[in-house]
């Protein structure tokens, strides 16, 4: 099984780059995780938010891999503990599909892609920085991976 972060931005701040790819190196031992950075729409004065919000949305669907369970990161969906999100990785593991995780541009994700996923992932109730979304999932996918091998990096 592999794992793919699709991502709506492109260039994160050297600080996000380095840390994003840190825990991509600590995961590869357990879950392949990459990421693909899709171009944002374009935004502006005298451009339209939806039109834009539309565009990326179809470049986010061409970037998911055939047959992969689809989980959106979305305020609305749901919240786990870090234990709860390794039990939920061990579930996505026995389904034997890759895994694509999608972070949407600054209006969220448009209709077609909520409709496209599988499930919804809410990292809280916070309101995070699209680009701090990348380091935060790839930390707590790698901290699921090592409660599943009883790795000592989770202490709480």
Do not use: C
């Not at 680009?131 to 991976?145: G, I, N, P, S, T």
Request: hydrophobic share 40%; no cysteine.
């Amino acid at each position: 099984m592999k794992a793919r972060l699709v991502a709506v931005g492109e260039r994160a701040p050297g600080w996000v780059a380095e840390g994003f790819a840190e825990y991509r190196k600590r995961l590869s031992h357990w879950l392949p995780f990459e990421l693909v950075e899709v171009e944002p729409g374009l935004r502006g004065k005298g451009r339209d938010a939806a039109r834009a919000q539309s565009d990326e949305g179809a470049r986010v669907i061409a970037a998911i891999p055939r047959n992969a369970w689809v989980v959106t990161l979305d305020g609305r969906g749901r919240g786990y503990t870090s234990e709860q999100l390794a039990q939920r990785l061990e579930h996505w593991r026995g389904q034997g599909r890759d895994l694509a995780f999608l972070v949407g541009g600054p209006e969220g994700h448009p209709p077609e892609v909520l409709q496209r996923a599988d499930e919804s992932w809410a990292l809280g109730p916070l309101t995070l920085p699209h680009m701090l979304v990348r380091l935060v999932v790839a930390e707590q996918l790698y901290r699921a991976a090592a409660l599943l091998a009883n790795h000592p990096y989770h202490r709480a």
